[in-house]
């Protein structure tokens, strides 16, 4: 039963944020105001607790999170935010967690975000970050980390880097990714009317404001039309009262039939990119983000182990979509 504090943001986040997304204006004047107001910088707190460092790439910042002694491990964290909005203190505070509990070290592009940028320069840089961490780091040390739109740009950009004869990372971690924008999934639009966050006329408009003018069902923009099999080994988590979610649990079935060990957390009752906020249900999923990564790598055979479903409730069912529970 999802906890109260859970019912409380859903309730917060349906009359706030909410409206960021019933209109394609109202998403502009929210990128309006987020400019006069956004801070990439961690905040006091985990710089105190953290070894960060800021560098470079493209004129962009790049924070980098050192490891404990002797880890060889690193995760390229990216960030969500509709591809409009920066990176917030809830990524930060995730992003700390996962530092101090695995001691991986950790990468985090301030990537260029739209309407001043576009898909272009979005994935020149984190391309170029990806491809500087392999100057240190062999690519099965390496995990690609997103949320939301950055979940979207963590199944792309090893796609990407598959075409350019790049190594894949190791492991995907994708928290509520965005993986199909098309809108072909009629069960979007009911989803949506369950979503106390997502809206489909803002998530079209920032689609549109970064897009650079793929179509929608082009696998740069909506991955689940890309071709899975390149995928490494995927921890997906997705909550029944995400807009995203039919999308997501078509994108596991369909990357298990291409050869991709996926396992998926459901939560039930639970809203967009809930693992970021601090409550009951985002410590299970945090708990479940540190043991995916944990696991020994000898055990890490992408392509030859069964797909494992947890579904965290006891009216969770998500077999409308075909998947199967155990």
């Given at each position: 039963m999802p906890s109260l504090k859970s019912h409380l943001v859903s309730f917060v986040l349906r009359h706030s944020r909410k409206k960021a997304f019933s209109s394609?204006?109202?998403l502009q004047r929210w990128i309006a105001y987020a400019r006069k107001t956004e801070d990439h910088h961690p905040p006091a707190l985990i710089k105190a607790r953290l070894d960060i460092t800021e560098t470079e790439i493209g004129g962009f910042p790049v924070y980098e999170i050192a490891p404990k002694a002797g880890e060889r491990r690193r995760i390229l964290y990216m960030h969500g935010g509709a591809y409009v909005f920066q990176i917030t203190s809830y990524h930060w505070g995730l992003i700390a967690e996962m530092a101090e509990r695995l001691g991986?070290?950790?990468t985090v592009p301030i990537y260029p975000i739209a309407p001043?940028?576009?898909f272009h320069a979005m994935f020149g840089m984190v391309g170029d970050v990806y491809r500087r961490?392999?100057?240190?780091t062999e690519a099965e040390d390496i995990v690609f980390m997103g949320d939301?739109?950055?979940?979207n740009m963590a199944v792309v950009l090893t796609m990407m880097a598959t075409e350019d004869g790049l190594p894949s990372p190791s492991r995907h971690v994708l928290i509520s990714p965005g993986l199909d924008v098309s809108l072909a999934n009629p069960e979007v639009f009911e989803a949506e009317r369950q979503d106390p966050w997502l809206g489909i006329p803002g998530g079209l408009e920032a689609v549109r404001l970064y897009s650079a003018g793929f179509?929608?069902?082009d696998w740069h923009i909506s991955p689940l039309y890309g071709d899975l099999s390149l995928l490494p080994k995927t921890l997906l988590l997705t909550g029944s009262r995400d807009m995203l979610t039919p999308d997501n649990l078509?994108?596991?079935e369909r990357a298990r039939a291409a050869g991709v060990e996926v396992d998926v957390v459901y939560e039930e009752g639970m809203f967009h990119v809930w693992p970021l906020i601090e409550m009951p249900e985002a410590r299970r999923a945090r708990d479940s983000i540190v043991a995916f990564l944990s696991s020994d790598k000898t055990t890490d055979q992408r392509k030859s182990e069964p797909i494992t479903w947890s579904v965290k409730a006891s009216s969770g069912n998500p077999l409308k979509t075909g998947?199967?529970?155990t």
């Amino acid at each position: 039963m999802p906890s109260l504090k859970s019912h409380l943001v859903s309730f917060v986040l349906r009359h706030s944020r909410k409206k960021a997304f019933s209109s394609p204006e109202n998403l502009q004047r929210w990128i309006a105001y987020a400019r006069k107001t956004e801070d990439h910088h961690p905040p006091a707190l985990i710089k105190a607790r953290l070894d960060i460092t800021e560098t470079e790439i493209g004129g962009f910042p790049v924070y980098e999170i050192a490891p404990k002694a002797g880890e060889r491990r690193r995760i390229l964290y990216m960030h969500g935010g509709a591809y409009v909005f920066q990176i917030t203190s809830y990524h930060w505070g995730l992003i700390a967690e996962m530092a101090e509990r695995l001691g991986f070290g950790i990468t985090v592009p301030i990537y260029p975000i739209a309407p001043e940028h576009d898909f272009h320069a979005m994935f020149g840089m984190v391309g170029d970050v990806y491809r500087r961490m392999l100057e240190e780091t062999e690519a099965e040390d390496i995990v690609f980390m997103g949320d939301s739109a950055g979940g979207n740009m963590a199944v792309v950009l090893t796609m990407m880097a598959t075409e350019d004869g790049l190594p894949s990372p190791s492991r995907h971690v994708l928290i509520s990714p965005g993986l199909d924008v098309s809108l072909a999934n009629p069960e979007v639009f009911e989803a949506e009317r369950q979503d106390p966050w997502l809206g489909i006329p803002g998530g079209l408009e920032a689609v549109r404001l970064y897009s650079a003018g793929f179509d929608r069902k082009d696998w740069h923009i909506s991955p689940l039309y890309g071709d899975l099999s390149l995928l490494p080994k995927t921890l997906l988590l997705t909550g029944s009262r995400d807009m995203l979610t039919p999308d997501n649990l078509i994108f596991a079935e369909r990357a298990r039939a291409a050869g991709v060990e996926v396992d998926v957390v459901y939560e039930e009752g639970m809203f967009h990119v809930w693992p970021l906020i601090e409550m009951p249900e985002a410590r299970r999923a945090r708990d479940s983000i540190v043991a995916f990564l944990s696991s020994d790598k000898t055990t890490d055979q992408r392509k030859s182990e069964p797909i494992t479903w947890s579904v965290k409730a006891s009216s969770g069912n998500p077999l409308k979509t075909g998947l199967a529970n155990t």
